[in-house]
């Protein structure tokens, strides 16, 4: 997938599931579930096991979700990931040196960053979304909303600590998207093989997603009818 697909994909579904087992098979069966709950998208963290292998036999074998790499934090592991077939690259903090060679290589990338300096820094180096990472920790959604105030013009991704309660928060914060993790894939449901509630936890935050937006696009139109009927009133 190019990057302004994957992008594209990113703002329509508002949901980046973070993969986080021990095997290939469970990997798999968490990925199946996943889609089948209306997200396309898994993160392969490489802190698991053999992870840039789990990356390559998810994107030969599963092409109908995207597959990306998450904890990528020096150059060399990020040219691996992308030889391996990975989509999307994603880190819990910024190195700009991995920005800068995922915007060279035409692969979308989402860096951590967590201080206004950083979201600036990640911004202008070549990201496509920054992710605010542990946004949960700082104030959750009042965090979000207070970055978006003072930079309108970046596309930010909550993540870390985001919630089935605070989920649809994030979004009317502005939010473009939310990053999940065990929230929505949690390890009893893959060692037990609970992929119906996979599903179900994937299609509830889709959800939340879709019921924010609904709200915030009511808002515009409310305001912007108000608006004209105050400028009828006063010409």
């Known amino acids: 997938m190019k990057r302004a697909e994957f992008c594209e994909l990113i703002r329509k579904i ?4 973070a993969v986080r087992v021990s095997s290939a098979e469970d990997a798999h069966f968490a990925a199946d579930a996943v889609m089948s709950g209306g997200i396309a998208i898994v993160e392969i963290t490489m802190t698991v096991p053999e992870a840039v ?17 998450g904890t990528v934090l ?12 990975a989509c999307f690259l994603t880190s819990p903090g910024l190195n700009r040196r991995v920005v800068e060679f995922a915007a060279k290589s035409d692969i979308a990338v989402l860096p951590g960053a967590l201080t206004p300096t950083e979201v ?5 180096a070549g990201s496509d979304f920054v992710k ?6 700082v104030g959750g959604d009042k965090y979000i909303k207070a970055l978006k105030t003072a930079l309108p013009q970046i596309p930010l991704i909550a993540a870390g ?3 089935q ?7 009317l914060a502005g939010a473009a998207a939310i990053g999940v993790g065990k929230e929505l894939i949690p390890d009893d449901a893959i060692e037990h093989r609970e992929a119906d509630r996979i599903r179900e936890l994937a299609q509830r935050f889709v959800g939340f997603v879709n ?4 709200r915030m696009a009511l808002r515009k139109g409310k305001a912007k009818t108000t608006k004209t009927d105050f400028l009828k009133l006063h010409n």
């Open 165 to 171: 309660f605070t989920a649809a928060n994030f979004i």
């Open 132 to 137: 605010v990472f542990p946004c949960a920790s």
């Open 53 to 69: 292998k789990l990356i390559a036999h998810l994107a030969e074998h599963h092409d109908k979700i995207v597959v990306g790499a």
């Open 211 to 214: 019921d924010a937006r609904q």
């Open 120 to 124: 600036i820094e990640a911004w202008e």
């Open 161 to 163: 600590g985001v919630t």
């Open 74 to 85: 020096n150059t060399e592991m990020a040219q691996k990931c992308i030889d391996a077939g």
């Open 14 to 17: 508002g949901v980046l599931p």
